[in-house]
């Protein structure tokens, strides 16, 4: 929640200028790490370690990154423009939501599973 704040704080205002530099910033910085975070509870899950969290990242982060092209601009978009400071973090939190089950779906199919 403290990103939406500074990234809106450093760039005030709701033009499209604004809002595309806003959501650049988070698919460059924001997105991969929440992404590696969300990679490295889901091999702590299944493994009790993180030793295979490298080459997850590495097999799958640029891909979960593009598809994330096709949601978070958008999502950046319509919080950006049209909801309040104070609750663009509820709004995250729901689309979140929903990308959280993306990435459950794309971590569980991913991963082969030892014979």
């Known amino acids: 929640h403290l990103w939406y704040g ?3 704080a450093l760039l005030p205002g709701a033009s499209l200028a604004a809002i595309v530099v806003k959501a650049g910033l988070g ?6 790490l929440v992404t590696c975070v969300f990679f ?11 030793v295979n969290l490298p080459a997850k990242i590495k097999s799958d982060l640029l891909k979960v990154q593009l598809a994330g092209l096709g949601f978070w601009p958008f999502v950046d978009l319509v919080s ?5 400071v104070p609750y663009i973090p509820l709004f995250i939190n729901l689309a979140s939501f929903v990308w959280t089950i ?3 779906i794309k971590s569980r199919t991913a991963e082969p599973r030892p014979a």
Not at 27 to 32: A, D, K, N, R, S
């Open 102 to 104: 993306y990435l459950s």
């Open 80 to 84: 950006y423009s049209f909801i309040p």
């Open 27 to 32: 698919q460059i910085f924001f997105g991969p």
């Open 6 to 8: 500074a990234v809106t």
């Open 40 to 50: 490295a509870s889901a091999c702590f899950q299944a493994d009790k370690s993180l």
